[in-house]
């Protein structure tokens, strides 16, 4: 009787609560429970990488033979999920002779020579490789699948002499047998025996003078301080050759902002070698000449620059004569502005290759009294 008085309460307390409205009651709990609660919101799952792993580079390296290619592929690789995963490398249609470290585990599986990468972490592992190629006639060819790597490079070398080498859709590199491969998921090298008494043609390659700024001031015995400042643009070692003029003499040079002895290569004539390494290098050159003597009162004269076998962009000439005199008029192969200064000559050239920026100056000694 107890057990269904304790029944019929209880569903009535229900019913009542399910009839009431608690939009303003509130809840008292203790601080370990409301603390608890707070960081169990905070929790949240993890992110799933985009992507399971990432080759970060490959850098191959291979020694043409008659029918053959040999050397080594370095790769490093990086996984970023919890379980253990296999990355491809390379097709096994080559021949994998070594694997460094000696502990790396290369799986070959798919058509492919696979390394086994277990949990998230940062593998790097070298593969020697053989790799015969198919002949026809001359030319023999290589056909190899590859995972894209976000930098692959490639150093094809030494080629025998008599052989010429090509890597179909790579760049190829500033240095002799480098190639840059993209993201390309094959490699394709071609190798070919250049025919009897046909020379190789070699194309040199492009340095441009991409801005010339030059710094003259001329004093009243026609003597001349000159400095340019070369920007030269080149993707190989240069050496480059200027021109300087007659009676002219070298007082300084520097190369990439280092002191540098040019060779003299003729009269008045030097040659400046450019680095390898760098794509951009900034030559400065300081020298003196001779000029014409100032007459008097008016007069003339005339003056160039050095000339190359480089094309020049631009060339920007500042000219500033003897304080006492003004410039009235120009000649030359110069566009010509006046300067900052009565004295002062602002000048500029562009697009010239071989040809030396000249001009003729007729100057006068401005009037200092006035007549009565």
């Known amino acids: 009787m107890k057990q269904l008085a304790a029944f019929l309460l209880a569903s009535a307390l229900i019913m009542t609560a399910q009839a009431e409205n608690f939009s ?45 290619l040999s050397g ?9 999920v919890p379980d253990s995963l296999l990355v491809p490398l390379v097709a096994d249609s080559v021949v994998v002779s070594r694997v460094e470290p000696a502990e790396a585990s290369i799986v070959v599986k798919n058509g492919y020579y696979n390394l086994l990468v277990e949990g998230p972490k940062r593998q790097a592992v070298t ?18 699948g590859i995972n894209p790597a976000a930098a692959a490079n490639l150093e094809l070398g030494p080629v025998p002499e008599g052989v010429t080498a090509d890597v179909a859709g790579a760049v190829k590199g500033t240095k002799p047998g480098a190639w840059h491969l993209g993201s390309g998921s094959k490699l394709e090298i071609r190798t070919a025996k250049r025919a009897a008494g046909k020379p190789e043609t070699v194309v040199a390659m492009p340095a441009v003078v991409r801005e010339a700024n030059s710094a003259m001031r001329i004093v009243s015995d026609g003597t001349f301080f000159n400095t340019t400042s070369w920007i030269i643009r080149h993707n190989t070692a240069v050496a480059w050759k200027l021109a300087l003029g007659d009676e002219t003499q070298v007082v300084s040079c520097k190369v990439a902002g280092r ?60 000219l500033v004569l003897p304080a006492q005199f003004s410039p009235l008029a120009v000649e030359g192969n110069c566009e010509s502005s006046p300067g900052e200064s009565n004295n002062e000559l602002r000048l500029r050239k562009e697009l010239c290759r071989g040809e030396s920026p000249s001009i003729r100056v007729f100057y006068q000694k401005p009037e200092t009294t006035k007549k009565p």
């Open 127 to 144: 593969l020697h490789l053989d790799w015969r190629g198919n002949r026809d006639g001359e030319a023999v060819s290589f056909l190899c």
């Open 259 to 318: 002191a540098f002895a040019p060779v003299l290569t003729g009269k008045n004539a030097i040659e400046v070698r450019l680095p390898e390494s760098e794509p951009e290098t900034t030559v400065e050159i300081a020298y003196t000449g001779k000029s014409a003597p100032f007459a008097p009162v008016r007069g003339e004269f005339s003056v160039s620059l050095p000339s190359t076998d480089l094309l020049v962009e631009r060339m920007d000439w500042a």
């Open 72 to 80: 080594s592929a370095a790769f490093d690789v990086r996984s970023f």
């Open 24 to 68: 303003g009651a509130s809840v008292t709990l203790p601080y370990t429970e409301l603390k608890s609660l707070v960081e169990a919101a905070k929790k949240t799952a993890p992110l799933a990488p985009p992507v399971p792993y990432a080759v970060l580079s490959a850098e191959y390296r291979l020694a043409p033979g008659d029918d053959s």
